[in-house]
């Protein structure tokens, strides 16, 4: 019989950082990953509402489209949560599966800057959306599930490009939040980027032309045109995205190639380039209606994460790389993804 995911999950984090008993009763436990969290120290609302998009994303992976080219072998996939302090994200194959692991901090962590955004009035403008002053209101929850599921799918291309490997006592996850060390490269710069172009072509085929369009009925936008909704939906999809990358701190411009993840206006940027790529086969007015949007949403956005300070940081990486050598950078980049692509 199968050992079941949910056991091999936590087995892994207990084999890989085993309990060392502390020298005090009270010293706190310094692992940084102690196995699998189920969520029952969680108020039960909170428990429920993870549980549903854990199972919807479980479901989701065990029917994904076999035979395509671009992906190497892999087990089957499960989704689960895992008990940590810190704000992470981890893609890695263990005992039979490919697990994604959210640690709960990330979840709360995508919450909170889900409720910044909804109570913005100037991102509910952008979007076309009703403010509201509820606590947690629609649009939170939208964004909400918006987000998870872009972390989902960029752990997902992790594993379906060959970026994971079986861990070793050496492996280092590197924290999707909160690293800004310069122990990176461009080959992991470049990896990253492209888990997230793919990870944005399916949350736009999920959001605009798949079940995540059923969405609009929670916004009240059911009833408009079918262009109106596709905007919006869209836009939804760049504002929740664009928030996930400015929560993380600033990097130091002056270490950029040893960065494990590039600056987030370099993300961005490679983001909507393949969020366009996907409007351009399946809607194509989208393309023109966002460049007209797009500056705007991003400063709105920064503005809603970080404060008014929050706009400068958009506005330093984005002067930087039109600076020669931050256009040296952007095109080492591209090559970079250009070369990537082929070998897949």
Excluded at 6 to 28: G, K, M, N
Excluded at 82 to 87: H, L
Excluded at 149 to 163: I, L, P, S
Excluded at 200 to 223: C, E, M, Q
Aim: aromatic share 10%; net charge negative.
């Amino acid at each position: 019989m199968a050992v079941p995911p949910e056991v091999v999950f936590s087995r892994y984090f207990q084999e890989r950082f085993p309990y060392i008993p502390p020298v005090r009763p009270e010293d706190p436990d310094l692992r940084p990953y102690r196995g699998r969290n189920d969520l029952s120290g969680l108020p039960p609302i909170v428990q429920e509402q993870l549980r549903t998009i854990q199972e919807t994303f479980n479901e989701a992976l065990r029917t994904e489209k076999q035979g395509v080219p671009e992906h190497v072998d892999h087990p089957p996939f499960h989704v689960d949560y895992v008990d940590s302090s810190i704000q992470n994200a981890l893609a890695f194959q263990y005992g039979g599966y490919s697990f994604i692991a959210i640690t709960v901090p990330l979840i709360y962590a995508i919450s909170d800057v889900c409720k910044r955004l909804s109570k913005s009035a100037t991102v509910a403008t952008l979007l076309g959306v009703r403010p509201s002053d509820e606590e947690y209101n629609e649009l939170h929850a939208v964004l909400f599930y918006l987000l998870t599921a872009f972390v989902v799918a960029h752990e997902y291309t992790h594993h379906v490009h060959g970026h994971v490997s079986m861990p070793s006592a050496e492996t280092v996850f590197p924290n999707e939040i909160l690293d800004t060390g310069c122990n990176g490269n461009m080959k992991l710069q470049i990896e990253e980027i492209t888990a997230d172009g793919y990870s944005i072509y399916h949350v736009l085929a999920n959001f605009i032309d798949g079940p995540g369009r059923s969405w609009l009925t929670l916004l009240k936008l059911d009833a408009k045109q079918a262009s109106v909704q596709d905007e919006v939906l869209f836009a939804l999809v760049v504002v929740a995205v664009g928030a996930y990358l400015f929560v993380r701190p600033a990097p130091d411009l002056n270490d950029i190639y040893e960065l494990t993840h590039p600056p987030q206006a370099a993300r961005m940027n490679f983001l909507m380039h393949e969020a366009i790529g996907w409007c351009r086969q399946n809607r194509p007015e989208l393309e023109a209606w966002m460049k007209r949007r797009f500056q705007n949403l991003m400063s709105a956005v920064a503005e809603a994460t970080l404060g008014v300070s929050g706009a400068h940081v958009w506005e330093d990486q984005t002067a930087f790389f039109k600076s020669e050598e931050g256009a040296k950078y952007i095109s080492s980049l591209s090559e970079g993804i250009i070369a990537y692509k082929q070998s897949l």
